[in-house]
DNA sequence: ATGTTAAAAGGGGTTTTTCCTGTTAGTACT
DNA sequence: AGTACTAACAGGAAAAACCCCTTTTAACAT
């Protein structure tokens, strides 16, 4: 019986060469091939005749990265089974490669076992998702809508929390009432979760908001 | 003759196992344990009699990271080889585990082969450095004395100030009186030129003093 | 027309932060 | 022993931040 022919790409070649042994020790899969960026694996798919059965993708990786590849993936090789490897659960992402068409999303820490089922179930069903993934997704659908929808007012005023200034001076550029700011404050407070202005900066900070 | 014993500490159980199995590809090395947080290795470094002849150390990790891992083992276990081994390359990071007295920085995406050289040199020579850690550790060097030079209570404190803490709670945590705090706090708003707490996130933001 | 909502502003209060000016204890250098 | 320096701690007071509750105004939807 013919084996499976994997291909992985991850530019941390520690983590690319132990994982090929990894899969080799698993029956009926090889690894025929691994590059280090999306540029390599397009090239490859471009000229290779016979595509392999599944791509392991990491995201963060020089040259082009995950998302741009699955990108070009999704409108050049739709075929082609992905399945991400990821370091981390950023939401953003997760949504992102899934909608471009990755079969499965799986985090590092996952265990050897779980990652065999992962590949065999993208194989063989087609996706898989890890219950983190899962949750993640449900999370989505649940709020959804809901995101913290900051208007331009109020990101200019984190902004101006961001440059270690006082309400009153903040209010006086603003050319708002102290009050007014005030109840700015206080808004955010609730609406993002946080306790005090640096929860505000801190936010503002994570989530791109402000220019640092 | 008898194998170095090491052990692995990194939350990713994917790239654990197949480092371990890369490792015991090695002559002379054997992984003798395998753990996914800070808090497991020092509780594991408390009751073994015979400790590892190496650690690898993640520095990303759910419970306990390798920052505050690093912290303790400097403090109670000076005597263990640590070798850190990070996915990036940030320089705040690299300067710290190399103060508190790892042996060596090592990047993930190091191959297979440097790899063995640095778990080798660490072992015989006492030390290792990538090129990378290098090439920082020099800049650091020639930026060096201007740089507001701060202590490790100090790093603490900025931390503690990120996380949306008021000085009470900073000071219980840091078991140190409010008023002591008060110190901490007015002395490095000299020392880094700002006027609030939400400076003080911000430069530490800025310098990569935290993790977001 | 009228209820609904959001932005702006204010009154008045508590808590936290900020800024002084000290004291004490330990360490380090000479 | 004397000097110098630093970390830890304190009292007291002013400023800022934080919290609740109410009002005005204007836009808007039914």
Redesign the pocket.
């Known amino acids: 019986m013919k084996k499976h022919k994997i291909v992985i790409v991850d530019d941390h070649l520690l983590f690319s060469n132990s994982l090929k042994k990894l899969i080799e020790g698993f029956a009926d899969y090889e690894v025929t091939k691994q590059m280090s960026n999306g540029r390599e694996l397009i090239a490859y798919l471009g000229k290779e005749s016979s595509p392999p059965d599944l791509v392991l993708l990491d995201v963060k990786m020089p040259v082009m990265d995950g998302k741009e590849t699955m990108e070009y993936i999704s409108i050049h090789f739709p075929n082609v089974n992905v399945l991400v490897l990821s370091m981390d659960d950023d939401e953003a992402t997760i949504i992102y490669m899934l909608r471009k068409g990755a079969k499965g999303y799986i985090l590092k820490d996952i265990d050897p076992e779980k990652f065999k089922e992962a590949v065999e179930n993208v194989l063989h069903r087609g996706f898989y998702h890890s219950e983190r993934v899962s949750a993640v997704l449900l999370g989505e659908i649940n709020k959804g809508a809901n995101e913290a929808q900051l208007?331009d007012?109020e990101l200019v005023f984190l902004d101006l929390v961001c440059s270690d200034k006082?309400?009153?001076e903040i209010a006086g550029e603003m050319y708002?009432?102290p009050?007014?700011i005030?109840?700015y404050?206080?808004n955010l407070?609730k609406k993002l979760n946080v306790?005090?202005?640096v929860g505000l900066a801190m936010y503002a900070i994570k989530n791109g908001l402000v220019n640092i």
């Open positions: 208007s007012r006082t309400y009153k708002l009432s009050k007014t005030d109840g404050r206080a407070f306790k005090s202005r």
